[in-house]
């Protein structure tokens, strides 16, 4: 039980920092781009929605690993775990 709380905690906390890196990631990308104005708040939401997409597959893909699952059943976890993250927002 204590094992499935650290691993949620770290999710957790994986996701934050990794969103921070985002933003700026996302904020640089479109400074580079010299982005303003409404192209820029575009821009700037499909960067973070695709970074957070990007994030959620890793941390169910580090899941399934965890799980020790593989093949169809692996793929199949991800695919699920994948749907969830992105109702959940």
Wanted: proline fraction near 0%; glycine fraction near 4%; include cysteine.
């Amino acid at each position: 039980m204590k094992h499935l709380l650290m691993v949620a905690l770290l999710c957790v906390c994986g996701a934050v920092s990794v969103a921070q890196a985002a933003d700026s990631d996302c904020a640089a990308r479109a400074t580079e781009k010299k982005l303003a104005g409404a192209a820029k708040n575009s821009f700037m939401k499909k960067c973070e929605r695709d970074a957070a997409a990007k994030s959620a597959a890793e941390a169910c893909t580090t899941k399934a690993a965890e799980k020790q699952l593989a093949g169809a059943a692996k793929n199949s976890f991800v695919k699920k775990c994948e749907k969830d993250a992105a109702a959940a927002k």
